[in-house]
Structure formats: structure tokens, C-alpha cells
């Protein structure tokens, strides 16, 4: 079940693009799966700068941005196990926001 609502959910995010403007600096975000697995990864909006922001053995996906850039909100799968998690683009660091049996 989780495959296949990773799956659409991560076509639908692979057909609109989310970007965001952060001060001068423009990105585009997109889920990709060039290393094995999904992750997150951003990209200037001149297609350059290519980056791999989550860079976990888990699959992730479904970036939505804080309006700063700063943050975004993201859903990976862990132990088989999808949960919710926020990011500080900065720092790289990352916290879970649901921690449920089920599916988030």
C-alpha cells in the first residue's frame, strides 16, 4: 500500500515543481530517485547547483517550504513506517513531527 501511495504522490510532485523565493536566491525542489533511492533534492532555478538535501537510505518526498525558505516539511519512510518530518535547510537538521503506527 505505502508503494503505491509513495509512488503517486511522488509523480504528482514530479509534475508540479514546488519553487520558492528566499531574498535573491531561487530554488526549485523535486523528489528523485538517481541515487537509489527518493530523496530531496533542489536545484537553481537556471538549472545549475544541483543538491541532494536529505540524502537518506530512506525514501523521501512531498517537500512544502516555509515561506522564509528556511524550513520545509517532508514525509519519509522509516522502519516501513511514513512519518512527517521538518528540516532546517540551513543546518541540515531534521525532526519528526509524527511518530503514529499508521501511515502520515
Known amino acids: 500500500m505505502f508503494k503505491a501511495v509513495f509512488m503517486m504522490s511522488t509523480l504528482l510532485l514530479m509534475t508540479s515543481?514546488?519553487?520558492?523565493?528566499?531574498?535573491?536566491?531561487?530554488?526549485?525542489?523535486?523528489?528523485?530517485?538517481?541515487?537509489?533511492?527518493?530523496?530531496?533534492?533542489?536545484?537553481d532555478i537556471n538549472g545549475e547547483n544541483l543538491r541532494n538535501i536529505t540524502d537518506s537510505r530512506e525514501n523521501d518526498a512531498g517537500a512544502t517550504w516555509s515561506p522564509d525558505g528556511r524550513f520545509f516539511a517532508y514525509h519519509a519512510e522509516l522502519n516501513g513506517n511514513v512519518d512527517i518530518y521538518v528540516m532546517d535547510i540551513e543546518r541540515k537538521e531534521h525532526h519528526r513531527l509524527t511518530n503514529d503506527p499508521g501511515d502520515d
Do not use: Q
Open 17 to 43: 515543481f514546488w519553487a520558492y523565493t528566499a531574498g535573491d536566491v531561487r530554488y526549485i525542489s523535486f523528489s528523485s530517485n538517481r541515487s537509489g533511492n527518493f530523496d530531496i533534492y533542489t536545484i
